[in-house]
């Protein structure tokens, strides 16, 4: 029988997962509902649109940029890939000579070059997605005593159906892809792929699947067959750059 710390460890993993999944498929439901979003940009494809696909910062955010990340300044340890723990403990900046303490409380940060190196995992994004696409959000928490690190991004395509993905450290090593109806239906999306918008497609499920590429627990919902979000999840780039250049 396991003992009662770590049944309450495990219990609160599965939390942590199972909130990640619901705040996904939460979030897609809103992007998909939210068909006014464009800065100033038309997002609906045309039947003569032949627009290549974009890499992420080459998109555009859909309003105003909404980039927000928590510092909880807490020591975390990750096990590595070689099973060794290693803990992480905030640091804080400082001039020469002047140390400067760690603050003792939650801080928001909205510059992503520091987030990166804190989440304690690798991002992992699409290569491009389809021109006219815009970036609704992107949120998550770093040195978090539970999570570790955690990472969410919602984009919404063109035909007004959406994209969104969280991520975390991975704690199950059993975890396989596989994908479950989210019971929101979404419309237009292209049968294809996720990167070719194709003019009058018909209605596709919205689908929120589950996965795991190199140490980085990975949810998403994204409108799809399940064949079509396997190879869209086989394809994603660890690292790729994503904040809007403009």
């Known amino acids: 029988m396991l003992p009662p710390q770590l049944l309450t460890v495990i219990a609160?993993?599965?939390?942590?997962?199972?909130?990640?999944?619901?705040?996904v498929l939460l979030s897609s439901m809103l992007f998909a509902a939210c068909s006014g979003f464009g800065g100033g940009t038309t997002t609906t494809p045309t039947s003569t649109s032949t627009t290549a696909p974009l890499t992420l910062a080459a998109l555009h955010w859909c309003n105003k940029p909404t980039l927000l990340?928590?510092?909880?300044?807490?020591?975390?340890?990750v096990?590595?890939?070689?099973?060794?723990?290693?803990?992480?403990?905030?640091?804080?900046s400082a001039t020469a000579g002047t140390p400067t303490p760690t603050p003792s409380g939650p801080t928001t940060v909205t510059d992503w070059s520091q987030v990166e190196p804190n989440l304690g995992f690798?991002?992992?994004?699409?290569?491009?997605?389809?021109?006219?696409?815009?970036?609704?959000?992107?949120?998550?928490?770093?040195h978090d005593p539970i999570f570790g690190g955690s990472f969410s991004?919602?984009?919404?395509?063109?035909?007004?159906s959406s994209v969104t993905l969280a991520e975390a450290p991975e704690r199950?090593?059993?975890?396989?892809?596989?994908c479950s109806p989210s019971g929101s239906p979404a419309p237009k999306v292209p049968q294809a792929s996720l990167s070719t918008p194709t003019p009058g497609a018909t209605s596709t499920p919205l689908l929120l699947c589950t996965g795991?590429?190199?140490?980085?627990?990975?949810?998403?919902?994204?409108p799809g067959t399940q064949a079509t979000l396997q190879q869209f999840f086989n394809d994603l780039q660890p690292n790729a750059p994503w904040v809007p250049t403009s």
Do not use: M, W
């Not at 609160?12 to 705040?23: P, S, Y």
């Not at 199950?172 to 596989?178: A, E, G, I, V």
């Not at 795991?212 to 994204?222: E, H, L």
């Open 153 to 160: 991004i919602g984009y919404l395509l063109p035909d007004h």
């Open 12 to 23: 609160l993993k599965q939390r942590a997962l199972t909130t990640i999944a619901g705040a």
């Open 212 to 222: 795991v590429r190199d140490g980085t627990n990975i949810v998403f919902s994204a």
């Open 79 to 92: 096990t590595t890939t070689s099973g060794t723990p290693v803990t992480s403990t905030p640091t804080a």
């Open 122 to 142: 690798t991002v992992y994004l699409p290569k491009s997605l389809p021109a006219n696409t815009c970036l609704v959000s992107a949120s998550g928490t770093f």
């Open 69 to 77: 990340f928590r510092d909880e300044h807490a020591p975390v340890t």
């Open 172 to 178: 199950n090593n059993s975890l396989s892809f596989q």
